[in-house]
Each structure stands twice: as structure tokens, then as C-alpha cells.
């Protein structure tokens, strides 16, 4: 019972010196994989860096402690931060407080959704994610993480388009117009190191590297050159005036949002106490007629502050010394004779307001700047009905993608040590890392397929590693977080860039559509749809999900129905499928899948098929060691079809029916109606007996078969065997 609660007593047992070793040396080399990568992922789900670092604290020792596997690295991951971030845009503007309460929130309900699962012991609904969608959906979402890393690696800022293709074809312009060169510079260089190192050898912390030399670089380079001034320091008239007009507009969206708040609470409040009174009516439909146009106005603000925001972050300034001061003048607009030093500096416009006494102008490249020192904040997150309503969708599919994703990491690893696996408990793990890293300002985290690579190369050995790594985390919010001040902000996008890689997979398009072309259709479709619809992630796998259950649907309703023969082996096999002929007398057909509802009457059409293509028929054999199971409505339709072959004077028999179907039977009492005479144990014995029977008859012509297909090897002409299935293309119905 203390191994099911505490699953971590298992490889506590006997734990030792040497051990301890081992899994301290893994546990620091992930750490220090993990720390630059948590705060890029932080960056990718739309948070301050920080709260990377404050993911990276508890959720890898829970898991490790609570789950089955002793070499899965959990922690933040690209994927789920990637959907974490698409399913609140809609909600909150991304590093807002209302953006970082959802993002702790969705963890939490993540958590909470994943745990439930694993207490049910229903691990088994991720099979809901064929491997198909998945593939089409994680090689879709390295594409959209890699690209929406360009801004970064460029140097510009832009808003976030309704349609990510649309934002890309910002960045470009934006790109077009103006690219900071050591921005470019720093990207690039740490793409091509970290690259390099990987291949020289993998065990090289290349991420470590990388970051360390960026970090030195840009501190002794002065590569961030960030200075605080007033408007006043901004001549250029059109300039202020758009400035103002910026933090007007700003001033007019909040107000705006907070009556739009206001009156969906009435609204809300007045739909749970409707009654039938008209008066209460007119007043609902007066403050939805408010809502909307309130929504028409916020639409109409936010498109012109969008607007402002471009073109105050197109601006280029030139700082020009008069009268003892810098003033900062935009494109051609300063004094006379005035000298410079021909940098060029940018006006840093958030996605808020401007604060006219504070205004930052940018003559560098963006760093990660300041970070909290010291623990994450620990809290309950705020919980709202209205809230979990929304983020409930994403969350499950968020759940399942990110356990599939572990799970599969967790079994690789597994196949190398030989250690057993427990999917549901692996859920539980997974669920208690995210609902404990909600407590403590997490976002949602999984597990890891580079850093659990790392963990086992390492020589990680149990969970402990996980449990070091955690507290390497804890030691760097406490002291180190000074250090990472100068981190350019291009060389986290080259992580995630460098992460996101090994997502990358494009022969698993091809696999799938060698094992069967709708499976590969699917994955393909899947990716084309994600690709269109992101930033909505959740689009593409739901079509992926919608077209697999189709087609699980379709071939249930269509099973494999086959008439066979004798082959050159001695073994009755589908005529069709291997061209062989076919008995005019005895029809031996297997049916392939359990008998229900959806494909009964199926079975009722092919057998006509047969009776129309053989008019000598005599007798059907049902060979059923393919139906594993039977409900009322197979019954019906099996009944119904013993009574129209025994009115037509034809025969019928079942081989090799399994216990389920014979309870089935039994249960109607169907078995009697068929007779015991009439049910073999196997097929060979059926086709012996049978054979022998009907082709004595007097009735049939010339006595009946002399070589007959079921006891003789008889191919069609043009085929033989086995060889023809490499030479005709024949579909096996």
C-alpha cells in the first residue's frame, strides 16, 4: 500500500553511496540544460522569463517522486508551452497579471484532469491520439515554435495577428525595415555553436555553453544600451502627439473593458433569475444591445492602438546633444549642424501604456534583464467558475498530448533499463507535478524528451537525479539569478530553435503512409490544418482526431470479408487476396471483426454477393474466428440469415466460434435453432466433413467437384501463391 502511495520506496530500497553519486552528476547536468531552456519556454508560453525557473523548482521532483519512471525529466517542454500560450490569447494579453493568473490556473485544472485519470485508472483515452494526428501535429508545432521565433532572432517587436501566418508576414516587413545586426549576430552564432557541439560529441552541455559565452559577450560589449528618458526629450512634435494619443487610447480600452465586464456580470446575473415578466426581457436584451456595442468600440480602439504601436516601434532616432542635454530626434527631423553619433535608438512600446516620465529608448539588443530573487510565490490559484469553464477544452487536450508525449519518453527509456512502467501512475506523477507547480507559480509542464535523454546518457538512476535537479533550480533563483541579467534575448530563441529540431520528423509521414494511406492522409491533413489554423492549435488535432475515429468507424461498419480456398501451404486463405479459385458448391467465408450493430447487416449483403456469383451453391461455412464478440442486433441479422439460406435449400455451419459468441448464441437460443450438428471446432474439419457430404449428391452436376479448391491447391490462371501478391494488385474485401 506504501508503494502505491509513495512509488519512490521502490528504488528508495537499497539506495547507496554510489548511486547517490550517479544521480547527482545527471541531476546537475539537466539542471543546467533546463535553466536557459525554462526561461525560453517561459518566453514561449507568453511569461516572464522567470517564471521558467520557478517551473523548473517543484514539478521535476514531484514527478520523480510520485511517478514510475526513474529517468523521465519533467519540466516545462516546447509543445505544451506553445498550446498553453494559444489556448489564453484569447483571454489576456500575453505577461499580463490576468495572462499569468490563467497560465497557473490551466496548470492547475491540467494537473488536476491528468491525476483524476490516473486514480481511474483510465490511461487507456489516450489512445484517442492515434500516433498519425500526433506526428501531423508535433511536426506543425516545430514549425510554428521555430518561426515564432524570428522576431527575436531579428531584433523587432510585433503584434500577434489573428492568424500566425499573418503575424510571420509582419515580422518580415518589420525585418525588411530594420534588423539589429548583433541581435542577428547573437542568434546565429549560438545556433551554429550549439550545432556544432552536438555533433562533436552530445554529451557536450552545448545549451550551457552557448549561453555562458553570450552571456560574457553581451555583458562586456555593452550589447543592451537602454536609457530612460521624458517625452520632453522627444522634440519631434508628430512624435509626442502620438504618444499621447497612444496612452489616450490606452486609457479608453481599459474603461471600455471594465464596462464590458461589467455588464456581461449583469447579463450573467439576469439569465440565472430570468422569469417570465416582460419588463426583466426588455432589460436583457437592452444590455446585450450595450455589450455589443461595447465589443464594436473596443474593436475599433484596439485596431488604432495597434496601428499607433507600429508605427511608434517603425520609429528611428537619432540622439543629438543641444543646450547640454540628449534629445532624441525621429528620422530627419533635428537641428541644423547639430552632431551625433550615428546610433540608432528605439522607443520600447509594451503592449500597455507608456509611462511619459519613464519612456525607454533602445540603442541595443533586448537582454532577459532583471530577475526575482528568491522563492516563487506560493498560492492557491484564484479560482473562477467562468474561468474553468473556458480553459477546461484546452486543458484536456493539452492533458493527453502532454502524458502522450512523457508516456512515450518514459517507454523509450524504459525498452534501455528494463525497468516496468505503470501509464496510470505516470499520470499521477504528471498530475501532482502540475497542480504542486501551480502552488507555486508554475505554468504547465511535461515530460521532456531532450533533458530525459540527457538524465539517462548522464547516468541517472532513479529519481533522486530529478530531486538534484530541482534543487540546483532552487540555489539558482536564491543566488544566481544576477548572472542572467545580460542573457541576450536571441539566444533563448536559438534554444528553443535548436529544441524544437527533434520535433521534426518527416519520415513519420512516410511510415504512415506505407502501413496504410488514410493513415498518412491523416497525418498530413493534420499538419496542413494546424499549420492554417494556428495560433488555435486545438484545431488541427481535433481534425486529426475526427478523421481517425471516421475511418475506425468506417472499417467496423466495412470488416474484411473473405471467401477462402486451400493454398499451397494446406491452410484455407482468402481466395481473392491470394488468387486462388473457389468452390461452386461450399462457400467458406470469414467474417473479420466482432458482429454488431454497425456492420451486421454487412455480412447479410456479401453472403447475397456469393449466392448471386455461385448459383450451385449449396453450402456457407461461416468461418468465425475473427468475431470476438456479438451483440442483439449481429444476432438478429445471423438468425435471420440461417432462415432465408435454409428456405433457398442452402446449408449452413460456423467453425471455430469463440466462447463470447457462443454464449451469445446459447443465450437467444440460436445455437439450437442452428443445431450442434452444425458447429465445428475448426474449419479443416468442417471443409472434410462438408465436402465429403454435398459432393456425393445425385443432384449436383457430374457428381459434384472432382478436384475441389477447399482439398486441392488450385490458383487461377496468371497467379500463383504467394508470388502473385508481389506481382497482381488485388484489394482483399
Not at 534501455?416 to 501512475?425: A, E, S, V, W
Not at 447487416?601 to 449449396?618: F, H, N, T
Not at 459434384?704 to 482483399?732: A, F
Amino acid at each position: 500500500m506504501y508503494a502505491r502511495l509513495f512509488p519512490a520506496i521502490s528504488w528508495l530500497k537499497g539506495y547507496n553511496f554510489s548511486m547517490l553519486r550517479l544521480d547527482a552528476l545527471a541531476g546537475l547536468t539537466v539542471a543546467l540544460v533546463l535553466i536557459p531552456q525554462s526561461m525560453a519556454y517561459a518566453q514561449l508560453a507568453g511569461l516572464p522569463v522567470y517564471y521558467g525557473l520557478y517551473a523548473s523548482f517543484l514539478p521535476p521532483m514531484v514527478a520523480a517522486l510520485f511517478g514510475s519512471s526513474r529517468q523521465l525529466a519533467t519540466g516545462p517542454v516546447a509543445v505544451v508551452s506553445l498550446m498553453s500560450a494559444a489556448s489564453l490569447a484569447p483571454l489576456a494579453s500575453a505577461g499580463s497579471s490576468e495572462f499569468i493568473a490563467y497560465s497557473i490556473l490551466l496548470a492547475l485544472i491540467i494537473g488536476a484532469f491528468q491525476f483524476s485519470l490516473g486514480v481511474l485508472k483510465l490511461g487507456l483515452v489516450v489512445n484517442f491520439l492515434s500516433h498519425p494526428v500526433v506526428n501531423g501535429f508535433t511536426n506543425a508545432a516545430a514549425l510554428i515554435i521555430a518561426s515564432s521565433q524570428l522576431a527575436k532572432f531579428f531584433g523587432v517587436e510585433v503584434d500577434n495577428a489573428p492568424h500566425h501566418y499573418q503575424t510571420m508576414i509582419m515580422v518580415a516587413q518589420a525585418a525588411l525595415d530594420f534588423t539589429h545586426l548583433p541581435t542577428l549576430l547573437f542568434g546565429l552564432g549560438a545556433l551554429a555553436l550549439m550545432f556544432t557541439l552536438r555533433k562533436i560529441n552530445r554529451r557536450i552541455p552545448d545549451v550551457l555553453l552557448a549561453v555562458t559565452l553570450a552571456t560574457l559577450i553581451s555583458y562586456f560589449t555593452g550589447y543592451s544600451d537602454n536609457r530612460t528618458v521624458t517625452l520632453a526629450e522627444l522634440p519631434t512634435t508628430q512624435v509626442a502627439e502620438m504618444v499621447v494619443r497612444y496612452n489616450n487610447r490606452q486609457g479608453e480600452l481599459v474603461e471600455q473593458s471594465r464596462l464590458r465586464a461589467e455588464l456581461g456580470a449583469q447579463i450573467d446575473h439576469l439569465q440565472r433569475e430570468l422569469d417570465r415578466d416582460r419588463g426583466e426581457r426588455l432589460e436583457l436584451v437592452a444590455l446585450k444591445n450595450r455589450h455589443n456595442l461595447v465589443n464594436a468600440a473596443i474593436e475599433e480602439t484596439g485596431g488604432e492602438i495597434r496601428d499607433l504601436r507600429s508605427h511608434l516601434r517603425k520609429l528611428r532616432f537619432t540622439a543629438v546633444e543641444q543646450n547640454g542635454r540628449l534629445l532624441y530626434h525621429a528620422g530627419d527631423d533635428r537641428v541644423a549642424g547639430a552632431a551625433d553619433s550615428g546610433q540608432i535608438w528605439r522607443l520600447k512600446v509594451g503592449s500597455g501604456a507608456l509611462d511619459l516620465e519613464e519612456l525607454t529608448m533602445m540603442g541595443g539588443g533586448a537582454v532577459v534583464g532583471t530577475i526575482p530573487r528568491g522563492l516563487p510565490p506560493f498560492a492557491v490559484p484564484k479560482l473562477s467558475l467562468d474561468a474553468i469553464v473556458k480553459l477546461v477544452p484546452m486543458a484536456v487536450i493539452i492533458s493527453l498530448l502532454g502524458f502522450m508525449e512523457a508516456i512515450a519518453i518514459a517507454k523509450a527509456i524504459a525498452a534501455k533499463t528494463g525497468q516496468r512502467l505503470d501509464p496510470n501512475q505516470e499520470l499521477i506523477g504528471q498530475g501532482l507535478a502540475n497542480m504542486t507547480g501551480a502552488l507555486s507559480s508554475s505554468f504547465a509542464v511535461s515530460g521532456s524528451f531532450s533533458r530525459s535523454a540527457v538524465n539517462f546518457q548522464a547516468g541517472g538512476v532513479t529519481g533522486m537525479s530529478s530531486v538534484v535537479t530541482s534543487l540546483v533550480v532552487l540555489l539558482t533563483l536564491l543566488f544566481l539569478t544576477p548572472l542572467l541579467y545580460h542573457l541576450p534575448q536571441a539566444v533563448l530563441a536559438a534554444v528553443i530553435v535548436m529544441a524544437v529540431i527533434g520535433l521534426l520528423n518527416i519520415s513519420g509521414f512516410i511510415h504512415a503512409w506505407k502501413a496504410q494511406w488514410y493513415d498518412g492522409a491523416i497525418s498530413i491533413l493534420t499538419f496542413l490544418v494546424t499549420l492554417a489554423a494556428a495560433p488555435h492549435l486545438e484545431t488541427g488535432i481535433m481534425v486529426g482526431v475526427v478523421l481517425s475515429m471516421g475511418v475506425f468507424l468506417y472499417k467496423s461498419m466495412r470488416p474484411v470479408v473473405a471467401t477462402l480456398s486451400l493454398h499451397e501451404d494446406k491452410v484455407l486463405k482468402s481466395a481473392e487476396h491470394y488468387r486462388l479459385q473457389g468452390c461452386r458448391h461450399i462457400a467458406v467465408i470469414r467474417f473479420d471483426g466482432p458482429l454488431f450493430f454497425a456492420n451486421a447487416s454487412y455480412l447479410d449483403e456479401q453472403v447475397a454477393k456469393y449466392r448471386e456469383q455461385r448459383p450451385d451453391l449449396r453450402y456457407i461455412i461461416l468461418e468465425a474466428s475473427g468475431i470476438n464478440d456479438m451483440d442483439a442486433s449481429g444476432e438478429e441479422v445471423l438468425a435471420l440469415l440461417v432462415e432465408r439460406l435454409r428456405a433457398a435449400g442452402i446449408g449452413f455451419a460456423i467453425s471455430s466460434a469463440k466462447g463470447a459468441v457462443l454464449a451469445v448464441l446459447e443465450r437467444t437460443h440460436l445455437l439450437n435453432k442452428i443445431g450442434w450438428e452444425n458447429f465445428y471446432p475448426d474449419s479443416k474439419s468442417a471443409v472434410e466433413n462438408l465436402v465429403h457430404k454435398i459432393h456425393q449428391h445425385s443432384d449436383l452436376p457430374e457428381g459434384g467437384c472432382k478436384s475441389c479448391p477447399l482439398t486441392q491447391y488450385l490458383p487461377l490462371e496468371g497467379g500463383k501463391g504467394s508470388d502473385n501478391r508481389r506481382n497482381t494488385k488485388v484489394k482483399e474485401d
